[in-house]
């Protein structure tokens, strides 16, 4: 009967890698910066599940959550050095390592999903793609939409750029997110994502700002208790392929990846769509107080973009380059 079994087993596993098209199965190790029930998450297992559906089985990949593989940054150097196969990590995160994809963290530019989208799945993406395969040896091959970047602290309702003015916020090690609260008056603390919810519960800072469903997947709520609805960005988390990685595999093999990456860009949205709304209502329950900006933003909205997108045209390829994001997007040109 054993031998039955492993006859059957040895067969399956034959059809499944011939269905690959591949001389051997692949586990590809995925370093994700964000915990269980995040969109990050969320887009790792429909790229699993779609990989698997390609081919017939005979490759997958297993997400390791939660910065378990070093901080989002540090994934980056390790996918251009073909140390880690693939990373699902924030856009801003990327930034250092190719700058031209500032334009996604610009403040203000992206101002809603459908925004996110049009940029991300059109000539626009693929050109970033490129430039970050060109810059950091890293190939964007989904995108995850996360929703807009919420300001939460320990402290106090804050609505008002001076309510801002005595907090000490951590920010991701990204020169455009620091200077978008230097625009607010306040001096930032750089801290890497994989510290800082430690950072929030030691109060080394007292508040950070990330989506509510990356603020509920991190257990943000217990260690902070108000949210402002800032807008000023739009959160998207690439799922990134070490290049070097990518050229080892056939073509078949790369085209299945490539086509596992659209279908989870695509699942990403809806989840999205489908759990934002409950999951501001389960932070509200868990005992967050969520607040508006007073006056629609305006005060902070004026102070980012003039203040900060003057200071960035360079390292994003010239005024030119946000005019054509502005122009996708149907906004006025700067
Ligand atoms: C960050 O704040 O560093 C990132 O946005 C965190 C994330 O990946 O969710």
Same mark, same amino acid.
């Given at each position: 009967?054993?031998?039955?079994?492993?006859?059957?087993?040895?067969?399956?596993?034959?059809?499944? #890698?011939?269905? !690959?098209? !591949?001389?051997?199965?692949?586990?590809?190790?995925?370093?994700?910066?964000?915990?269980?029930?995040?969109?990050?998450?969320?887009?790792?297992?429909?790229?699993?599940?779609?990989?698997?559906?390609?081919?017939?089985? !005979?490759?997958?990949?297993?997400?390791?959550?939660?910065?378990?593989?070093?901080?989002?940054?540090?994934?980056?150097?390790?996918?251009?050095?073909?140390?880690?196969?693939?990373?699902?990590?924030?856009?801003?995160?990327?930034?250092?390592?190719?700058?031209?994809?500032? *334009?996604?963290?610009?403040?203000?530019?992206?101002?809603?999903?459908?925004?996110?989208?049009?940029? $991300?799945?059109?000539?626009?993406?693929?050109?970033?793609?490129?430039?970050?395969?060109?810059?950091?040896?890293?190939?964007?091959?989904?995108?995850?939409?996360?929703?807009?970047?919420? #300001?939460?602290? @320990?402290?106090?309702?804050? *609505? @008002?750029?001076?309510?801002?003015?005595?907090?000490?916020?951590? *920010?991701?090690?990204?020169?455009?997110?620091?200077? $978008?609260?230097?625009?607010?008056?306040?001096?930032?603390?750089?801290?890497?994502?994989?510290?800082?919810?430690?950072?929030?519960?030691?109060?080394?800072?007292?508040?950070?700002?990330?989506?509510?469903?990356?603020?509920? !997947?991190?257990?943000?709520?217990?260690?902070?208790?108000?949210?402002?609805?800032?807008?000023?960005?739009?959160?998207?988390?690439?799922?990134?392929?070490?290049?070097?990685?990518?050229?080892?595999?056939?073509?078949?093999?790369?085209?299945?990846?490539?086509?596992?990456?659209?279908?989870?860009?695509?699942?990403?949205?809806?989840?999205?769509?489908?759990?934002?709304?409950?999951?501001?209502?389960?932070?509200?329950?868990?005992?967050?107080?969520?607040?508006?900006?007073?006056?629609?933003?305006?005060?902070?909205?004026?102070?980012?973009?003039?203040?900060?997108?003057?200071?960035?045209?360079?390292?994003?390829?010239?005024?030119?380059?946000?005019?054509?994001?502005?122009?996708?997007?149907?906004?006025?040109?700067?």
């Amino acid at each position: 009967f054993v031998k039955k079994v492993c006859t059957l087993a040895a067969a399956v596993s034959t059809v499944a #890698l011939m269905a !690959a098209g !591949a001389a051997d199965a692949k586990n590809f190790k995925i370093a994700v910066g964000d915990s269980a029930g995040s969109p990050q998450e969320a887009t790792g297992k429909f790229f699993i599940e779609a990989l698997e559906q390609k081919s017939g089985g !005979a490759h997958t990949a297993t997400l390791f959550l939660n910065g378990q593989l070093g901080s989002e940054q540090d994934t980056v150097n390790e996918a251009a050095i073909g140390t880690l196969d693939m990373s699902l990590l924030a856009i801003n995160n990327v930034t250092p390592f190719s700058p031209s994809v500032g *334009v996604f963290t610009l403040p203000y530019v992206i101002l809603s999903l459908e925004d996110a989208e049009t940029l $991300t799945q059109g000539p626009i993406g693929q050109e970033l793609t490129e430039n970050t395969l060109r810059d950091a040896g890293v190939r964007i091959i989904a995108w995850t939409y996360t929703g807009f970047r919420r #300001l939460t602290n @320990s402290k106090k309702p804050v *609505v @008002s750029v001076a309510d801002l003015q005595d907090l000490v916020i951590r *920010v991701p090690k990204n020169e455009i997110m620091i200077e $978008t609260y230097k625009s607010w008056g306040i001096n930032p603390t750089p801290m890497a994502w994989s510290e800082t919810f430690t950072g929030l519960q030691t109060k080394v800072v007292d508040g950070q700002d990330n989506p509510y469903m990356t603020i509920n !997947a991190m257990k943000f709520y217990e260690v902070q208790n108000h949210v402002t609805n800032l807008r000023y960005i739009f959160s998207i988390e690439p799922l990134i392929v070490s290049e070097a990685v990518f050229q080892d595999l056939s073509e078949d093999d790369q085209k299945m990846i490539l086509e596992a990456g659209q279908e989870a860009t695509r699942k990403s949205a809806q989840f999205l769509r489908d759990s934002e709304a409950a999951i501001k209502e389960e932070l509200i329950a868990k005992g967050m107080e969520i607040v508006d900006p007073e006056n629609d933003e305006a005060e902070f909205i004026q102070l980012a973009t003039e203040g900060v997108w003057p200071q960035f045209y360079d390292s994003i390829g010239g005024v030119e380059k946000l005019n054509e994001v502005l122009a996708a997007i149907g906004r006025d040109p700067v």
